[in-house]
């Protein structure tokens, strides 16, 4: 199984702040590298499909971008509704797996 | 619009078996994958599976592939996700989602809790 490892596992940002967040996988995964955002008590939200494909209607301060094992999630200028968790997940061999997930915070 | 709403929350016994729905509406059901992910209390996304409602066809993790089948019916677009021989670890927020490869709609979640 291809594993998907976060980094940070959390972190504490102001609003405005430019925020990058890193999946690695185990093994090449090409671009099939997605990005969910979820909130508590929520189903996730995906917000960047094939590694930098902005999902419509998300914010154009999400962007992708990696290909391979490594990857990045930036957050241009953070907002207040950014406060969340965010996950990597592969879709480049079963199972899918996500990884662990990095919880962004108010500073 | 697209939606996915799930049955309702239950309480299951160690040993027994669980049965969630996922009912569609708003695209056509078989020109999607549909999976299920699973999330622990206080923990990650866990990929259990999907499922073509065009062909039936269905793929599982591998720790989970003996005590689940995932089907869909297509005459009420709804699929259905059973898991047996229930285990206290097995108590989660379940997942129905559309997509086979990114889940672009998810449902509202089924909370499942497992004690003996």
């Known amino acids: 199984d291809i594993q998907m490892t976060q980094s940070p596992s959390s972190l504490s940002a102001s609003v405005g702040d430019k925020v990058t967040i890193t999946c690695r996988a185990s093994?090449?995964?090409?671009?099939?590298l997605n990005w969910y955002q979820q909130k508590p008590g929520k189903a996730p939200k995906v917000l960047i499909y094939?590694?930098?494909s902005l999902q419509t209607g998300v914010p154009s301060r999400f962007s992708g971008s990696g290909s391979g094992t490594d990857f990045t999630l930036t957050i241009s200028s953070l907002q207040p509704e950014d406060f969340a968790t965010y996950y990597c997940q592969q879709s480049y061999s079963i199972p899918y797996g996500f990884g662990q997930g990095t919880k962004v915070d108010i500073k | 619009q697209v939606q996915l709403v799930q049955s309702g929350g239950e309480v299951k016994k160690t040993g027994a078996s669980m049965k969630v729905s996922c009912e569609a509406s708003g695209y056509t059901f078989t020109a999607y994958g549909l999976s299920w992910v699973r999330q622990a209390p206080g923990q990650g996304l866990e990929w259990m599976g999907w499922i073509s409602p065009y062909t039936g066809n269905a793929n599982y993790a591998q720790n989970l592939q003996d005590r689940v089948t995932m089907t869909t019916d297509t005459s009420t677009n709804t699929a259905y996700m059973e898991l047996r021989s229930l285990r206290s670890d097995d108590t989660a927020v379940y997942y129905c989602?559309?997509?086979?490869?990114?889940?672009?709609?998810w449902g509202q979640g089924t909370l499942v809790t497992v004690s003996s």
């Open positions: 989602a559309r997509g086979q490869y990114f889940f672009d709609y």
């Open positions: 093994q090449s995964i090409s671009t099939f």
């Open positions: 094939a590694a930098s």
